[in-house]
């Protein structure tokens, strides 16, 4: 597993010139490697390798994942979509959840946390630019559904994430990203004290940390290629 230490170097690298390149603080990033798909010796490696925060998208599959590692001190992040079968077990085994794109979910992920954790750590999924495939909420409905959010008890409401469609270009993404991170700045004036903007994958993490990121979510250039569940 020495790659994924190798890439994980190579990643936090990236990321430091990117916050160079846009006079930003090395540390104004914070990097969630991608483990889904990859089993717990890979998650064992990065961990090794000084990685804590660790992103999944099938919830099962983390689960499982979570008891061959609870020995470890890893904070995990759902990133994927929740059906409302799914929530109880997002509630009672992560830290955080990016995908929160309508009410029903969120109170369902507020009233099936555990009274024993600390609350759910969440984030506005946003459509930013409309693309026809991905989920999040459209950007003038942003401000009800944080605000809704914000003020369910279970939940500590932290920021937006996006996942736009892919950009041919540096100059194409960053604009896509301005377009989050305006509406990042519009609802903290509106009064939400958001401050995570979860944008930024391995192909396109350089435009967003240029456009305000404050997370980037990497699997590919950490672990490699993957190869999908047929079901999930």
């Known amino acids: 597993m020495t790659m994924i230490a190798d890439n994980l170097h190579a990643v936090r690298s990236r990321i430091a010139q990117a916050c160079t390149a846009a006079g930003r603080s090395a540390d104004a990033v914070q990097l969630l490697a ?8 890979a998650v ?11 992103g999944e998208n099938y919830i099962q599959e ?12 890893v904070e995990w992040h759902c990133i994927g979509p929740i059906q409302s079968n799914k929530t ?7 830290q955080w959840v ?3 794109d309508r009410l029903k979910i969120a109170q369902r992920l507020s009233e099936q ?26 950007p003038d409905e942003a401000l009800a559904l944080a605000q809704a959010v914000g003020a369910l008890p279970r939940l500590q409401l932290r920021g937006l994430m996006c996942i736009p469609e892919p950009a041919p270009d540096f100059v194409a993404a960053s604009a896509v990203f301005a377009r989050a991170r305006g509406l990042f700045n519009a609802l903290n004036t509106a009064g939400l004290a958001l401050d995570t903007l979860s ?15 404050t997370l980037v979510r ?8 993957r190869s999908y569940p047929a079901a999930t």
């Open 34 to 41: 991608v483990s889904k798909t990859f089993g717990p010796e």
């Open 44 to 54: 064992q490696a990065a961990f090794d390798a000084g990685q804590r925060a660790f």
């Open 62 to 73: 983390a689960v499982e994942k979570m008891a061959a590692l609870e020995h470890l001190a």
């Open 88 to 94: 109880r077990l997002v509630a009672e085994h992560f």
């Open 98 to 100: 990016h995908t929160v």
């Open 113 to 138: 946390r555990p009274a024993h954790l600390p609350p759910l750590q969440v984030c506005i999924q946003v459509n930013v630019d409309g693309g026809p495939t991905k989920s999040g909420v459209v």
């Open 199 to 213: 944008m930024g994958m391995s192909a396109d993490l350089d435009a967003a940390v240029a456009s305000g990121s």
């Open 218 to 225: 990497v699997g590919t250039a950490i672990f490699g290629g």
